[in-house]
């Protein structure tokens, strides 16, 4: 059965410093991983990575993704009370020719003033 | 760019009755649209997929039955909900992508309480 785990499922850090977030799958027909952010209701895309070793950035957050090993890590640095969130890490997979996402549990991510 | 609007964000329903969830693309044609079913503290688990213009597919154990699903047009999906029971109440989220690229956009979800 196809599977997406995110560890740790939950996180309390103090303003300013750096996390760590990971994701481990295993899925038939992988295409892409994908991690969102949610805060209240709508998960909002952060970054889409396809292909291995090529770090995705976008301010403090940045992301990787290893296809052999079969894991991903989003990084967040100098974090801030608004990254608290639940970070949702998802596995693009293509089944009889359509999109299907399998998601992990999320992290849950405290960030304390 | 990219926006999903859901609507409504909240309904409270009596045992029996049945309840439309809306899913409109705002600022993008959606070919695929698809719900989401998240239970309090657990992950998303996708109910169905639809096309505009086709019949969804359902994941197994959903009942197409109970989760009637509509794609009439590129901006808009809805999800029915009939003969609702309290069991149903659980908050769903819809997502939809566009033609130039796999990333789901999603909507703030429904929360339905169902008493």
């Known amino acids: 059965e196809d599977k997406v785990v995110q560890s740790p499922l939950s996180l309390v850090v103090h303003e300013g410093d750096t996390v760590t977030l990971n994701c481990s799958y295993e899925v038939t027909n992988f295409r892409s991983l994908l991690w969102y952010k949610q805060e209240k209701k709508a998960p909002t895309f952060l970054f889409m990575l396809?292909?291995?070793?090529i770090e995705k950035k976008s301010g403090r957050l940045s992301s990787i993704l290893d296809k052999k090993e079969l894991f991903s890590i989003l990084n967040i640095t100098a974090t801030q009370t608004g990254d608290s969130a639940i970070y949702l890490c998802?596995?693009?997979?293509?089944?009889?020719?359509?999109?299907?996402?399998?998601f992990g549990q999320g992290t849950r991510l405290t960030i304390n003033p | 760019g990219a926006v999903v609007s859901q609507h409504p964000s909240w309904v409270i329903c009596k045992s029996g009755t049945s309840v439309k969830i809306e899913c409109r693309s705002l600022?993008?044609?959606?070919?695929?649209m698809f719900w989401y079913r998240q239970f309090p503290k657990q992950s998303l688990m996708l109910m169905a997929t639809?096309?505009?213009?086709?019949?969804?597919?359902?994941e197994q154990g959903v009942e197409k039955d109970k989760f009637l699903i509509n794609h009439a047009s590129l901006t808009l999906s809805t999800l029915t909900v009939t003969s609702a029971h309290p069991e149903d109440s659980s908050f769903y989220i819809c997502s939809a992508s566009g033609v130039w690229e796999n990333i789901q956009y999603f909507g703030a979800g429904t929360r339905l309480s169902v008493l």
């Open positions: 639809s096309n505009e213009g086709s019949k969804a597919t359902y």
């Open positions: 396809t292909s291995s070793g």
């Open positions: 998802a596995v693009e997979e293509w089944v009889q020719g359509a999109q299907k996402l399998v």
């Open positions: 600022d993008f044609q959606a070919t695929t």
